[in-house]
């Protein structure tokens, strides 16, 4: 089966096929997700909450990102793979953003990379284009400057906020990105630039009315317990399912039943007497 390539998702917006979008960060969970099926994977900067602990995504680094990135690629070789750029990898300058994003391509082989961003990083996104890499765009609620947003609040409740979630969405189309990403903005406002844009526009808390969805893994199976988006919605509690497993084995453990004999390695026919001779002199 060959790889999903960026010409294959423009053919589904086109066909009206929702395209599914999931974040996956490590081999395991790849798998799984090219196992259901999945149409993109992406490593998000996210993985700064759902795997390190960190309190926001500022933290995580470029090291981190490809790392994880090429676990995923290994575990989904077929699904088309998308690097998250994190904070200051290419904020500095366009020579620094194409270097990055030109390190996810050389050593995690994804297919394309996704910045946060609208009217304010297009030479960014030019420079990274030019280089003959495929780009992602991110806007709405864009979490590495949710500082400047004033925290991690939904984007596009106003006239004027909408207007330029939309100035947003066609500077980056204009500039060539061949997908982007609305997260945390009103089905209206997702719905005009979905109509608007030749290119796939997915979205994260935008919806329906978009041409796919995309959830944090750690949220749709219920492992991330710290705090639950409005817009997600958890198809599973594998953290509580962890809990009552890992409790019944320190039980086990504690009370002597286990190890079992089934659980057990047993000497050989006569060498149990051997050993247990050979122990009593070395004894």
Same mark, same amino acid.
């Given at each position: 089966?060959?790889?999903?390539?960026?010409?294959?998702?423009?053919?589904?917006?086109?066909?009206?096929?929702?395209?599914?979008?999931?974040?996956?960060?490590?081999?395991?969970?790849?798998?799984?997700?090219?196992?259901?099926?999945?149409?993109?994977?992406?490593?998000?900067?996210?993985?700064?909450?759902?795997?390190?602990?960190?309190?926001?995504?500022?933290?995580?680094?470029?090291?981190?990102?490809?790392?994880?990135?090429?676990?995923?690629?290994?575990?989904?070789?077929?699904?088309?793979?998308?690097?998250?750029?994190?904070?200051?990898?290419?904020?500095?300058?366009?020579?620094?953003? =194409?270097?990055?994003?030109? *390190?996810? /391509?050389? &050593? #995690?082989? $994804?297919?394309?990379?996704? %910045? !946060?961003?609208?009217?304010?990083?297009?030479?960014?996104?030019?420079?990274?284009?030019?280089?003959?890499?495929?780009?992602?765009?991110?806007?709405?609620?864009?979490?590495?400057?949710?500082?400047?947003?004033?925290?991690?609040?939904?984007?596009?409740?106003?006239?004027?906020?909408?207007?330029? =979630?939309?100035?947003?969405? *066609?500077? /980056?189309? &204009? #500039?060539? $990105?061949?997908?982007?990403? %609305? !997260?945390?903005?009103?089905?209206?406002?997702?719905?005009?630039?979905?109509?608007?844009?030749?290119?796939?526009?997915?979205?994260?808390?935008?919806?329906?009315?978009?041409?796919?969805?995309?959830?944090?893994?750690?949220?749709?199976?219920?492992?991330?317990?710290?705090?639950?988006?409005?817009? =997600?919605?958890?198809?599973?509690?594998?953290?509580?399912?962890?809990?009552?497993?890992?409790?019944?084995?320190?039980?086990?453990?504690?009370?002597?039943?286990?190890?079992?004999?089934?659980?057990?390695?047993?000497?050989?026919?006569?060498?149990?007497?051997?050993?247990?001779?050979?122990?009593?002199?070395?004894?």
């Amino acid at each position: 089966m060959p790889r999903t390539g960026i010409l294959d998702l423009h053919e589904m917006k086109r066909a009206g096929r929702q395209i599914t979008w999931l974040t996956a960060y490590d081999y395991p969970t790849a798998t799984f997700e090219a196992a259901a099926g999945i149409d993109m994977i992406l490593v998000g900067d996210s993985l700064g909450m759902c795997v390190y602990g960190y309190p926001g995504t500022v933290p995580v680094t470029m090291d981190q990102c490809i790392v994880h990135c090429e676990a995923v690629r290994r575990g989904a070789p077929e699904t088309f793979v998308v690097g998250d750029m994190p904070f200051m990898s290419y904020q500095i300058s366009d020579q620094e953003a =194409v270097r990055n994003a030109g *390190r996810f /391509l050389q &050593e #995690a082989a $994804v297919d394309a990379v996704k %910045l !946060e961003g609208g009217v304010r990083v297009i030479s960014r996104v030019k420079a990274i284009l030019d280089a003959g890499i495929v780009v992602c765009g991110h806007i709405g609620l864009t979490p590495q400057s949710s500082g400047q947003l004033g925290g991690h609040k939904a984007q596009g409740l106003t006239l004027e906020s909408a207007k330029l =979630v939309v100035e947003d969405a *066609r500077a /980056l189309c &204009e #500039a060539g $990105v061949q997908l982007l990403l %609305l !997260e945390a903005v009103p089905p209206e406002v997702a719905a005009f630039i979905r109509a608007e844009l030749p290119i796939p526009v997915l979205g994260i808390g935008a919806g329906d009315e978009v041409d796919g969805q995309l959830l944090i893994v750690s949220d749709v199976l219920g492992t991330f317990q710290a705090f639950t988006p409005k817009f =997600v919605k958890k198809y599973a509690d594998l953290a509580g399912v962890s809990i009552a497993a890992l409790s019944e084995y320190v039980a086990d453990v504690r009370a002597g039943r286990f190890p079992e004999e089934e659980h057990c390695y047993r000497m050989l026919a006569g060498e149990r007497e051997k050993f247990a001779a050979w122990a009593g002199q070395a004894g």
